[in-house]
């Protein structure tokens, strides 16, 4: 995970230590806006090799959710 | 030796007028210059005047390509115009580019309503016409100005796309093998709406209700006589067709990523190309980057890009590449050229 934690780092502008499962996505110093969904399919893409749908990733509020989609869309 | 078709020479053209970071990061509080520049790659998109159409950029990249003196009018017995946004309903803005370019009037003229996919397709059909001997130098125009279909405070779309225009010249040539090809082609009209001007022709004609503005989720304002592009799904369209197309053209020409010296995609954004470069399993010096300046001109990034990279020598020596469009549409096409 350690890839993707680094890359949602740098889409939220936190340090990679700040990215848990529990990281809330729409937080004060960020929105879980259409650039941030659209820059974290290509990083899902780049650390999963899944392509993730952006209105499934829009519904997600923590990082723990992406996780689950990511889970979820490896398995089908 | 055969008859075969090749790029015998190109050039761009972009109107004066500049649209910088500092300016959108003004409109859009939540963006600043440099954050719009690192996930872009853009710094400067040029746009169309008020009075000055896609027909118009055309025209003076046609008399650019001219002035470099490969070809001349003279030389055109067929103009392929690519745009979406034609002078008229009707007639053919192609139409009035031969008689305004002096082009004679035994030339064939015809539009092409396609966008970021548009160059490739229109190479196929400049090829199609010069191999089966029904032309001998296609003068082939990209031209668009997005800029007036953009609501100012779109920042999804208005921080991504500049106007500008290409001229390429398409003409016989006695070789031993094809320069131009093969090709693949896609499409799936499912994804229309995902990048659409909705009002504005047949379907849904413009209207007080169509221009009726709205303001998204992520706060960009927009009207349905606005273009609006769903940013997510034309990524997941990317990057699953882009590297299918590849792989469909490396197959059927039994080439592989390292035999081609260059890549050259549509420009959509140094975001997009560096995902797709990653997918690709390719160099970050096989897949050149040229939207800093221009942004993503629509059917014009490809031959934009090989104008530029003619220019910095990058073709002194003959190099094999892979061009891909693909977008609107959706509509993808990707072929080799040998240039």
């Not at chain 2, 093969?182 to 659409?196: E, K």
């Not at chain 2, 606005?226 to 940013?231: E, Q």
């Not at chain 2, 800093?292 to 220019?311: F, H």
Request: charged content about 20%.
């Amino acid at each position: 995970m350690t890839k993707f934690y680094e890359g949602m780092a740098e889409i939220f502008e936190v340090e990679p230590a700040d990215i848990t499962p529990q990281f809330e996505l729409s937080n004060a110093s960020a929105d879980w806006d259409s650039l941030a969904i659209v820059s974290t399919i290509a990083l899902v893409d780049d650390c999963f090799n899944v392509t993730l749908d952006g209105e499934a990733l829009a519904a997600c509020t923590t990082i723990g959710d992406i996780e689950a989609l990511v889970a979820k869309a490896g398995k089908e | 030796m055969t008859s075969y078709a090749k790029i015998a020479d190109l050039a761009g053209y972009l109107p004066p007028t500049i649209l910088d970071n500092e300016e959108l990061a003004a409109l859009y509080p939540s963006w600043t210059a440099s954050k719009i520049f690192e996930k872009t790659g853009i710094r400067t998109r040029h746009v169309a005047a008020p009075d000055e159409t896609a027909g118009d950029l055309a025209y003076q990249a046609a008399r650019a390509l001219f002035a470099r003196g490969t070809i001349s009018a003279a030389d055109v017995d067929f103009v392929i115009l690519c745009t979406q946004a034609p002078d008229y309903v009707l007639p053919t803005t192609a139409c009035l580019l031969q008689d305004r370019l002096g082009i004679s009037t035994g030339a064939g003229a015809l539009d092409v309503n396609l966008g970021c996919s548009g160059f490739v397709y229109c190479l196929s059909l400049a090829k199609g016409l010069v191999e089966s001997g029904s032309a001998r130098c296609v003068l082939v125009l990209t031209a668009d100005t997005y800029s007036k279909y953009i609501h100012p405070l779109d920042k999804s779309v208005r921080t991504l796309f500049g106007d500008a225009a290409a001229a390429t010249a398409v003409v016989a040539c006695e070789a031993g093998q094809a320069p131009i090809g093969p090709f693949v082609f896609g499409t799936d009209g499912s994804g229309a709406n995902n990048l659409i001007v909705e009002a504005g022709a047949a379907r849904t004609p413009r209207s007080a209700a169509t221009a009726l503005e709205h303001t998204d989720e992520s706060g960009n304002v927009r009207s349905r006589d606005n273009l609006y592009m769903a940013g997510a799904k034309i990524l997941s369209f990317s990057l699953n067709e882009v590297p299918r197309a590849a792989a469909a053209l490396m197959d059927k020409t039994g080439t592989s990523t390292e035999t081609i010296d260059y890549f050259v995609l549509h420009q959509a954004n140094r975001f997009m190309l560096d995902a797709l470069r990653k997918k690709l399993k390719v160099s970050e010096a096989q897949l050149p980057i040229h939207v800093e300046e221009c942004g993503n001109t629509v059917s014009s990034t490809i031959p934009l890009t090989l104008a530029a990279m003619r220019d910095e020598g990058c073709f002194d020596t003959e190099k094999k590449l892979m061009l891909i469009g693909f977008g609107v549409g959706y509509s993808w096409a990707a072929c080799l050229l040998n240039f």
